[in-house]
């Protein structure tokens, strides 16, 4: 079955003292060690070739103290080690941070404003809480699991217009993606219209409020979706991954990805590209 969620009448329609208190540690942290750099921080390269700044390491760093001062378990980053990460994971299994400091960095680096904080708190490998804040259009997404997802603070709810996929707006990252697929999608695309900016965790948030009809990725780090999976998931969204209809049964590690809003959308969504393995 595809992992999917959505919002009970009787969920709560606010937010709970532990993500408020997340959302005041994102928002504090960014303002105080990311947004003073951006536009001028200098950076290097990782041995994978991805970019790493001095404003994620210090965001980091910023960000470890003062979710373990909210609640004391591990914390698990993007600019760690491999060797740290899994070793944290193992640890983690009662309760872990997972913070990526800047999704996006290299939009970050270049002045491209589609980046964004991203924060979860997972529980026995699965995320009951999570928050991406894009700083630059000063939106906060959140959710907690089976409480909802919220924007700003307002339940999110997300955009109800169903559409045919051939009229859909859909995110799509090619990077990870296999080959024919790929050629697939580039000669005979099943949508209208597609988009790629270069940040997992807003293209989540992005496609839980509407902004993209269907997402699609080759292959997520855990920091890629750990928040903004739930977000979407909680705003009503359905995902699975191009191997398992069982979202929550992919690859810890490198998790494609296939996700629609609407139902309908994403059977056909998910059918086309099956089609095409």
Not at 55 to 79: F, R, T, Y
Not at 127 to 139: F, K, R
Not at 217 to 227: N, V
């Amino acid at each position: 079955m595809n992992h999917s969620t959505q919002s009970g009448i009787s969920a709560p329609t606010s937010m709970s003292a532990l993500l408020k208190a997340v959302i005041a540690a994102v928002k504090l942290v960014t303002a105080e060690e990311i947004m003073p750099r951006y536009l001028k921080v200098a950076h290097q390269r990782k041995s994978d070739g991805s970019l790493c700044t001095e404003a994620d390491l210090a965001a980091q760093s910023a960000l470890s103290k003062k979710l373990q001062a909210i609640l004391n378990v591990p914390v698990m980053g993007e600019e760690m080690t491999a060797a740290e990460q899994r070793a944290l994971w193992k640890a983690g299994h009662d309760g872990l941070w997972c913070i990526d400091p800047i999704d996006g960095t290299s939009n970050f680096v270049r002045g491209l404003p589609y980046f964004a904080v991203s924060v979860a708190l997972l529980r026995e490998g699965k995320s009951v809480l999570g928050v991406v804040y894009d700083p630059v259009a000063n939106e906060m997404f959140a959710a907690e699991h089976e409480r909802g997802a919220f924007l700003n603070g307002e339940k999110l709810l997300g955009r109800e217009a169903v559409i045919p996929l051939a009229q859909a707006l859909a995110s799509v990252d090619l990077k990870r993606l296999k080959k024919k697929l790929v050629t697939q999608l580039a000669a005979h695309p099943p949508y209208s219209s597609q988009r790629n900016f270069g940040a997992s965790a807003l293209d989540w948030c992005y496609s839980a409020v509407g902004r993209y009809d269907m997402y699609l990725h080759g292959g997520q780090k855990l920091w890629d979706y750990a928040a903004g999976a739930l977000i979407f998931l909680e705003s009503g969204g359905h995902a699975c991954c191009i191997e398992t209809d069982d979202f929550a049964q992919g690859d810890i590690w490198q998790r494609s990805v296939i996700a629609a809003r609407d139902e309908k959308l994403f059977e056909e969504w998910k059918g086309w590209i099956r089609a095409q393995q």
